[in-house]
C-alpha cells in the first residue's frame, strides 16, 4: 500500500460512507491501559466499569457504567 493512500473500501461501499474511522485517525488519543481495558470489554461484549467514563465515551460501542456517579 503506498504511504497515504489508506485501506481500499469493501466492495459495495463507497470510499468515505464506511464505519467511524479509527480514534487515532481523528486525532483522539487514549492511553495504551485504556484501550487494552476498552478492547478486552468490546471483544467480551461487556460492560466496562469505571469512575473514569470520560476517555472511554469517544469508543463507538463500548457500553460505559458508572456505579460511583449514583
Do not use: K, Q, W, Y
Request: charged letters at 20%.
Amino acid at each position: 500500500m503506498a504511504a497515504g493512500t489508506g485501506p481500499t473500501p469493501p466492495l459495495g461501499v463507497a470510499a468515505g460512507t464506511g464505519p467511524t474511522p479509527p480514534l487515532g485517525a481523528r486525532g483522539l488519543r487514549l492511553d495504551d491501559f485504556d484501550l487494552c481495558l476498552a478492547a478486552t470489554a468490546l471483544s467480551h461484549n461487556r460492560v466496562h466499569f469505571t469512575n473514569n467514563t470520560r476517555p472511554f465515551e469517544r469508543i463507538d460501542g463500548l457500553r460505559l457504567e458508572n456505579r460511583a456517579a449514583g
